[in-house]
């Protein structure tokens, strides 16, 4: 197991947002968490993370309380993936790549050939190899979320984490970054990703969460899971559930 929350409360000051999280996401694991837009799932991750401190509760790295972590112990294992918003510097696709290797630099030391043969395999992994000249600024949306993948898999994590990676993504993209995710998870990278499309737990995640009114409304195998009942809970409306071959399922509203 690589990570563990125990009993955790998180939100911001005295200002709770979640409580009575306990989870785990094991060696190799893709855990996707869905929930409502504002239910938390940001605030989850940036505890996860060690960016904000619990209010109460643990989360443990590798059997080790975060807090007796150093921060650059913490980003050589997990790595964070952000949504990718607007740029502003412009950096080549290749040197922001390179900027995933930040957390094995010691302080002041240029990258060497290591770093540069992992940025350019992280490029190749995820295809987007013919970007790496590009200016950072004037590639697409889609384009860019693919670069802040392949920069967070350069620092070689064991566990991802992705705040909505397919947001904003065309349908190609969506399949493109969700088949990412089941390609790291098999070659025993954890990923711990956040959507809003249910269907795409049945497409790469191992286990889902359901995050609803602060708490764990369920955990487990997305057949069983994720439901036409948990989906009512999680967003107010009749979703039918329709399954696919192969385990697989597609959801949609019903409207009407
Ligand atoms: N910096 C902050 N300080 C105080 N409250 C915040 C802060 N950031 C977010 N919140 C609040 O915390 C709650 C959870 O927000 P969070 O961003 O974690 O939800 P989310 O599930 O990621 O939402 P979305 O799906 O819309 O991205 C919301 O009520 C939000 O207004």
Known sequence: MILEARDLAFGYGARAVGSGVSLTVGEGEALCLL??????KTTLFKTLLGLLRPLAGRVLLDGRDLSERPR????????????????????SVRDVVLMGRASRLSAFASPGPADRA??????ATLGIGHLADRIYTEISGGERQLALIARALAGEPRLLVMDEPT???DFGNQA????????LSEAGIAVVLSTHDPGHAFLCADR?????GGRLAGLGPPAETVTPETLRLLYGVEVAVLPL???????TPVIG
Do not use: D
């Not at 992992?118 to 490029?123: M, V």
């Not at 493109?176 to 390609?183: K, N």
């Open 35 to 40: 929930g409502p837009n504002g239910g938390g």
């Open 72 to 91: 650059r112990e913490i980003a050589k294992r997990i790595a964070y993936v952000p949504q990718a918003h607007a740029a502003f510097f412009p950096f």
């Open 118 to 123: 992992a940025a350019e395999r992280a490029l």
């Open 167 to 169: 947001a904003s993504l």
């Open 176 to 183: 493109r970054v969700l088949t990412q995710v089941r390609r």
């Open 208 to 212: 889902v969460a359901l995050l609803h």
């Open 245 to 251: 071959p192969g385990g697989r399922a597609v959801c």
